[in-house]
């Protein structure tokens, strides 16, 4: 799923989805991981499943008592099918799940550009809420309070954003990200700073 804003000066494609939902059903974990092939499970270590899920490309966390954690899928109708494709499985170990699991998408990452280029030590001094420290890494990290967000930034304008919950979110962090940085390089080449 590709998406530009209205602006045309930034654009984003989610890279990964991790969503939650319950099935209201207890699951066998240890007799599902006997079963599938597609599993992995050390309760000594942690008390979930690993089920890995072929098509689309993803990984759940099921635990015992039918709360999953899914990742890798770029799309919520991605995540559906995936649930779908548990509770098949889940039916292989005689779990009937009788209800549609409601989905609540906890974090989206998403990776884009905003086609300018960035002078970082600037905006880390410009930009409040920021962290930057070249010598251990290339990337200028901004926190945006208003939606929730957290973006890494580079000098080529490339980006990742995560923390944000639906695309009106992801969308609205984009614009304002935009907003902030032009707004801190207006300053910068009047030699406001």
């Known amino acids: 799923m590709a998406a530009k804003s ?6 984003y494609k ?3 989805i991790v969503a939650t939902t319950s099935l209201e059903k207890p699951v066998p974990l240890t007799k599902l991981a006997r079963t599938q092939p597609n599993t992995e499970y050390n309760p000594e270590t942690f008390p ?9 490309k993803s990984a759940v966390l099921v635990f015992s008592s039918g709360n999953l954690v899914c990742t890798g ?12 494709e548990v509770i098949k499985q889940l039916k292989k170990v005689n779990v009937e799940v009788t209800i549609k699991p409601k989905i609540t998408v ?3 990452v998403a ?4 086609n300018l280029q960035l002078n970082l030590n600037y905006l880390a001094l410009a930009m409040e809420n920021t962290e930057y420290e070249p010598e251990q890494f290339p990337g200028l990290v901004y926190k945006l309070e208003d939606p ?4 890494l930034l580079f000098s080529n304008g490339k980006l990742v954003c995560t923390g944000t919950k639906n695309k009106e979110q992801l969308e609205q962090s984009m614009d304002n990200l935009l907003e902030n940085v032009k707004e801190a390089l207006a300053d910068y080449k009047k030699g406001e700073f």
């Open 111 to 114: 990776s884009g550009t905003i």
């Open 6 to 11: 209205d602006k045309k000066e930034s654009e």
């Open 106 to 108: 906890q974090n989206i």
């Open 73 to 84: 899928t770029k799309s919520l109708t991605q995540v559906r099918q995936v649930i779908d």
């Open 148 to 151: 929730n967000a957290t973006f």
């Open 14 to 16: 989610i890279q990964n």
């Open 48 to 56: 979930g499943l690993v089920l890995r899920i072929k098509e689309p």
